[in-house]
């Protein structure tokens, strides 16, 4: 009789193994795509880096940079009053 059992409860065992395998591999792939890279938004001293460089580059018209750099330039005095008051 317990010959007769074993195979069955083997087969059980490793079915049972491998399904909490799978969900644990599920679990953290999820938390993974949950998580995923932190976007961090960029200040206005980097993007108008970036912007100055397209102007550079022949990308931005001077009067698009202008305009661009105007309100930029409200945007980085907030940054900088806020980075002041931190301390």
């Known amino acids: 009789m317990y010959s007769a059992l074993a195979p069955a409860l083997l087969n059980a065992v490793v079915w049972a193994g491998l399904t909490v395998a799978g ?10 795509l949950r998580a995923g890279p932190a976007k961090q938004e960029s200040t206005a001293s980097e993007l108008l880096s970036k912007f100055r460089e397209l102007h550079s580059e022949g990308e931005l018209s001077d009067a698009e940079y202008r305009t661009i ?13 806020g980075n002041i008051e931190k301390g």
Request: avoid cysteine.
């Open 23 to 32: 969900l644990s591999i599920g679990i953290l792939l999820l938390r993974k």
């Open 69 to 81: 750099k105007t309100q930029l330039a409200a945007q980085l005095q907030q940054e900088l009053k």
